[in-house]
């Protein structure tokens, strides 16, 4: 199973960015999948996971209110809509999967992700 995750970019703050994550084959049926971040001298964050039915989310206190997680199984593609960007914001997003999870079950940070993506770097300026 290979993910890529893409969208980052360079903006403002307050702006908004949309980050996808694609599967290299019919990933998403049985997998919950997160978005983490890694900020420069910081451990790596969980902000947002979503059950493989798609219907229970779960976000970190950190990004509460300002960002969506979404899938579309029918293409295999995750996102992460980020809206009201901080320049605390500024990481490398990854995106992951984890199998063996129950159908509506949003995974929180006990659980373990078995495959990960390439990071994509989100850079906010003040």
């Known amino acids: 199973v290979q993910l890529q995750a893409s969208g980052g970019g360079l903006v403002q703050a307050g702006e908004s960015l949309r980050l996808s994550c694609a599967a290299s084959?019919?990933?998403?049926?049985?997998?919950?999948l997160g978005w983490f971040r890694r900020a420069p001298g910081k451990e790596r964050e969980m902000i947002a996971t979503?059950?493989?039915?798609?219907?229970?989310?779960r976000y970190s206190h950190s990004v509460t209110g300002r960002s969506t997680i979404s899938m579309n199984n029918a293409n295999d593609m995750m996102f992460l809509q980020m809206d009201d960007l901080k320049p605390e914001d500024t990481a490398v997003y990854y995106c992951?999967?984890?199998?063996?999870?129950?159908?509506?079950?949003?995974?929180?940070?006990?659980?373990?992700?078995?495959?990960w993506g390439q990071g994509t770097q989100v850079t906010v300026s003040s």
């Open positions: 084959e019919r990933t998403f049926r049985d997998y919950a």
């Open positions: 979503i059950s493989w039915s798609g219907d229970a989310t």
């Open positions: 992951a999967a984890a199998r063996g999870l129950v159908r509506d079950y949003a995974p929180d940070i006990s659980v373990p992700f078995h495959y």
